[in-house]
Structure formats: structure tokens, C-alpha cells
């Protein structure tokens, strides 16, 4: 019984290691927007709106005292 026991957690324990591929694509977007938001009750965020050529819109939280211009481009890690 003990056996059986540790070949059933020896099998459970690599099927959880098993490796993985994440495919993504690297798109450029422009930055399209800007907006001040309080995601927390006292510490104001820049929201900054991204925008790709196939007119997906990407969101990131950037604290107040970074500059960005409106037009920038940047590159983003999309997941396919």
C-alpha cells in the first residue's frame, strides 16, 4: 500500500513540472491617453492608454512624477 501511495505522489508531483510555452508577439502601440486616477485611496496614478495598429487598447499604471507625451511609442509583449 505504501508503495502504491509513493508512485501515485511521485507521478502527481512531475505531472505538475511539466514545461510550458507561451507564445506571444511583440506589437508597438502609441500612447493615445493620459488620465490622473486614484487607484488607491491617497496615491494618485498617471493611467496611461496604449494603443496598436490593430486598435487594441493596452492600460499601465505609472506614478505621477514619470513625463510621458502623447504620440509615444513604445514596444509591448502581447500574448497570442
Known amino acids: 500500500m ?5 508512485i501515485a505522489m ?4 512531475s505531472s505538475c513540472s511539466s514545461p510550458r510555452e507561451l507564445q ?14 486614484f487607484r488607491y485611496s491617497n496615491d494618485p496614478k498617471q493611467l496611461l492608454t496604449w494603443r496598436d495598429a490593430n486598435r487594441i487598447d493596452y ?10 507625451l502623447v504620440g509615444a511609442r513604445m514596444i509591448v509583449l502581447v500574448r497570442r
Open 10 to 13: 511521485v507521478i502527481a508531483m
Open 24 to 37: 506571444t508577439q511583440i506589437v508597438s502601440a502609441e500612447l493615445v491617453k493620459i488620465d490622473t486616477v
Open 59 to 68: 492600460v499601465t499604471y505609472v506614478p505621477l512624477n514619470n513625463s510621458f
Open 2 to 6: 505504501k508503495t502504491i501511495l509513493v
